[in-house]
């Protein structure tokens, strides 16, 4: 299978800008990371991170990465910035580039996924089948009444950030 140079830099240009905006979208936060207990500030990061990624339309991306044989970030919200940083690295060695985009900095893809199943045990239980992800743009009492309804606790929600651009 021959790979068109012209598709890979297509989905790298998609793919930049992401990268770039999470990174600032962090950057902007960083007050308010500030107050996040050292046990789930990566956690907080991701978090920024992720709701940075879900502001886009990636079909397109997602599209042509499937087309190319790579992820499309269907499982990745627990290590996204790692996920897409892996794929940039990847596209990157497939065009050549001397010097790809690093991963310096960011945890692995492994590490957030065994972060994602503590945190998910700490706050539901051990053997809880109920996961939800609740993500709003405003603080709002119906995340609590569906965590509450969910896992039969009281949960306390903090709500980290506004809206960030």
């Known amino acids: 299978m021959k790979l068109k140079k012209s598709k890979i830099q297509e989905v790298i240009e998609g793919l930049d800008p992401i ?3 999470m ?5 902007n936060a960083k ?6 207990d050292s046990n789930y500030k990566k956690s907080a990061q991701n978090l920024i991170h992720y709701n940075t990624f879900r502001s ?3 079909r397109g991306i997602q599209k042509k990465l499937k087309d190319l044989g790579l992820t499309r970030f ?11 940083l892996t794929t ?10 001397g010097n790809p985009t690093s991963l310096t900095g960011t945890w692995s893809i492994r590490k957030g996924r065994r ?3 503590g945190h998910t045990k700490d706050l539901l239980g051990y053997r809880s089948k109920c996961f939800c992800l609740v993500t709003c ?7 609590d009444y569906c965590l509450k309804k969910c896992t039969g606790r009281l949960l306390r929600s903090y709500y980290l950030l506004e809206e960030v651009d």
């Open 19 to 21: 990268i770039e905006h």
């Open 23 to 27: 990174s600032k979208a962090e950057e």
């Open 31 to 36: 007050r308010q990371l500030e107050h996040v």
């Open 56 to 58: 886009y339309d990636i």
């Open 74 to 84: 269907a499982n990745a919200e627990g290590h996204i910035m790692a996920s897409l």
């Open 88 to 97: 940039r690295l990847l596209l990157g060695k497939l065009m050549g580039e």
């Open 115 to 117: 972060l994602l199943n």
């Open 137 to 143: 743009p405003r603080p709002s009492s119906s995340v």
